[in-house]
Each structure stands twice: as structure tokens, then as C-alpha cells.
T-cell receptor, first 115, second 111 residues
Framework: EAGVAQSPRYKIIEKRQSVAFWCNPISGHATLYWYQQILGQGPKLLIQFQNNGVVDDSQLPKDRFSAERLKGVDSTLKIQPAKLEDSAVYLC?????????????FGSGTRLTVV | GQQVMQIPQYQHVQEGEDFTTYCNSSTTLSNIQWYKQRPGGHPVFLIQLVKSGEVKKQKRLTFQFGEAKKNSSLHITATQTTDVGTYFCAGPTSGTYKYIFGTGTRLKVLA
């Protein structure tokens, strides 16, 4: 089966600009996650969708970050305005029934640099 | 809040030497997962442990879940250059399927 697709692969923006990331999960996977991985740290969950509904967004900085999953398939994560500390890799992951048993399947990620 | 720590943070070994990373949770875990992230890559799921004291093997990798289900270890026998990367453990927050990732151990293997 095809993996989790993400684009773009890399993005460089100036602070206060906006940016959007796209994710297409594995076909049939109802649960989609966005993770932020700062250099040298483990991934941190930003938001979890079940189909097109938000399950957990407790760690999403809602003043600048937003995410949506239209029609329960593709998802976009947006940052507006970006700050220097948003420089990180943004990983999308999906799972059929949750990460229990078989873990998360991550995409290749989008490396964001804010200058 | 729940914390998952790993030691060591970095480890350099000569090819053929053994390697162990330790994972410690501030709370009891229902299960623990291990992931490997190659340099420039994304985390890849390796295994899940569920039972107290459970030991699982994957070729040269041995995974162990502590009796109290608050710690875990990953041991690699006779490391190879292909083992290079960062190893993360991850455990669910109590009563949820929301996994907290550990701080990671970065392994470098010198040929």
C-alpha cells in the first residue's frame, strides 16, 4: 500500500509569514495526526483527527496554528503568522484504528525553517 | 504531566559492539512502543510491548518491558552501520491512545 504522502518536503519562510502543509494518509486510515518534531527532540502531537472530526488539539497553539481534514481524507496544517520557534519538521501520521498494536505510520515530513 | 525520558542522549560505538538505550516513564504504561528514525528520515515503528516483564527479539534487537511497566530497554547486539539513527520509545497517556514520545537516543556506529 502507498504510504503517507506529505508536501512540500522543505519550506523556508520569513517570520510573520504564513505557510501550509498538506498530508494524504494511507487509504482507509480513519485517524490522522499532525506531529511537530523540533531538532533533537521526540515528536510532539499537535492535533488528532478521527475521520473529519477533531479528537485532540490540546497542544495546538490555536492563536497561530490551524488544521482541517475535509471529507475525512486529506488534511492541511497552517501556521499564520510563523515565529522563529516554529522551525521544525512537521510529520503527518495515520492509523486504521489508532496507534495501539501497530504504531503510527509517518510520512516523510515537511522541514520548515523560519528566518 | 507525564514524561518519558531516555538515556543516554547520544552513544557512539565501534561497529560490532553492543548498544543499549533505556526508557523511563513517570507513570505506569499500558504498553510501550519503539521507533527508529534514520538521519533525515521519519520515525518507523519497530515493536510494541504490552505485558509486564515481556521480552521480544527482532534479529539482533532485544526489547524488554519492565516488571513495573514504567521502564523499557532496547539492546542491539553487534551493531552494524545500518543501525545508525535515533531510537525513540513512546507510551500512551493514561486512559488514552495519545502517545508521548521519549527524548530519544542517537546512535552513531563507527566502522
Amino acid at each position: 500500500e502507498a504510504g503517507v504522502a506529505q508536501s512540500p518536503r522543505y519550506k523556508i519562510i520569513e517570520k510573520r509569514q504564513s505557510v501550509a502543509f498538506w498530508c494524504n494518509p494511507i487509504s482507509g486510515h480513519a485517524t490522522l495526526y499532525w506531529y511537530q518534531q523540533i531538532l533533537g527532540q521526540g515528536p510532539k502531537l499537535l492535533i488528532q483527527f478521527q475521520n473529519n472530526g477533531v479528537v485532540d488539539d490540546s497542544q495546538l497553539p490555536k492563536d497561530r496554528f490551524s488544521a482541517e481534514r475535509l471529507k475525512g481524507v486529506d488534511s492541511t496544517l497552517k501556521i499564520q503568522p510563523a515565529k522563529l520557534e516554529d522551525s521544525a519538521v512537521y510529520l503527518c501520521a495515520s492509523s486504521r484504528d489508532g496507534p495501539n498494536n501497530y504504531g503510527y505510520t509517518f510520512g516523510s515530513g515537511t522541514r520548515l525553517t523560519v528566518v | 504531566g507525564q514524561q518519558v525520558m531516555q538515556i543516554p542522549q547520544y552513544q557512539h560505538v565501534q561497529e560490532g559492539e553492543d548498544f543499549t538505550t533505556y526508557c523511563n516513564s513517570s507513570t505506569t504504561l499500558s504498553n510501550i512502543q519503539w521507533y527508529k528514525q534514520r538521519p533525515g528520515g521519519h520515525p518507523v515503528f519497530l515493536i510494541q510491548l504490552v505485558k509486564s516483564g515481556e521480552v521480544k527479539k527482532q534479529k539482533r534487537l532485544t526489547f524488554q518491558f519492565g516488571e513495573a511497566k514504567k521502564n523499557s530497554s532496547l539492546h542491539i547486539t553487534a551493531t552494524q552501520t545500518t543501525d545508525v539513527g535515533t531510537y525513540f520509545c513512546a507510551g500512551p497517556t493514561s486512559g488514552t491512545y495519545k502517545y508521548i514520545f521519549g527524548t530519544g537516543t542517537r546512535l552513531k556506529v563507527l566502522a
